[in-house]
Each structure stands twice: as structure tokens, then as C-alpha cells.
Nanobody
């Protein structure tokens, strides 16, 4: 299976936190720049965070200071820690390379922020 597998989503109240995980047994994460993406209903998929092979991180303005991307190379896993969640963060979250490969998109994980 080449697709990424995302997990950790759920329903959370505004101000809450979630940690998403992403794995792929076919890709050596430590050699790649990875990204977390999200797609809200009726909107295009957008890149929200990225981490390079040298652990440089970049964030969309909308999540800067609230989200943290990290990686565990031994586990071939990338994480997205999401704090201070807002209703506008509601979306399906995906991971892929920062320059995404179409065949690698997984099912994503749903994040719903609502009271």
C-alpha cells in the first residue's frame, strides 16, 4: 500500500487539542519534506504545515502558533499537534509529501471543532 494512513481525528470543543499521526511503510520519512494538509467542505485542499528532512518547519498563517508538526524517524511517523482549536479548523486532514504525489493521498482523518 502506497497511501499514507492518517489517524487521531475526532470531535473536540473550541479551545481543545488533538494530535494527528501519519504513517507510510513505503516512504523513508527522514529523507523527505512532509506536509499536513486539510480540506474543509466546499474548499480546496490546503497545506497547513510542513517539515523538512532537516526538521525545518513552516506553517500557514492560519495555524501559526497553534499547530506543531514533528516527526519520529524511528517510527516513520509524522505528527500534527493541534492546540487552541477553532471551528474554522474543521476539515479532513491529510498528509503527503510537501510536493504531493497523487497516488499517495490516503483517506484522511476528520477533525470537527464544535461546542
Amino acid at each position: 500500500q502506497v497511501q499514507f494512513v492518517e489517524s487521531g481525528g475526532g470531535l473536540v470543543q473550541p479551545g481543545g487539542s488533538l494530535r494527528l499521526s501519519c504513517t507510510n511503510s513505503r516512504i523513508i520519512f527522514r529523507r523527505t519534506t512532509m506536509g499536513w494538509y486539510r480540506q474543509a467542505p466546499g474548499k480546496s485542499r490546503e497545506l497547513v504545515a510542513a517539515i523538512s528532512s532537516g526538521d525545518r518547519t513552516d506553517y500557514a498563517d492560519s495555524v501559526l502558533g497553534r499547530f506543531t508538526i514533528s516527526r519520529d524517524n524511528a517510527k516513520n511517523t509524522v505528527y500534527l499537534q493541534m492546540n487552541s482549536l477553532k471551528p474554522e479548523d474543521t476539515a479532513v486532514y491529510y498528509c503527503n509529501l510537501k510536493v504531493p504525489i497523487d497516488n499517495y493521498w490516503g483517506q484522511g482523518t476528520q477533525v470537527t471543532v464544535s461546542s
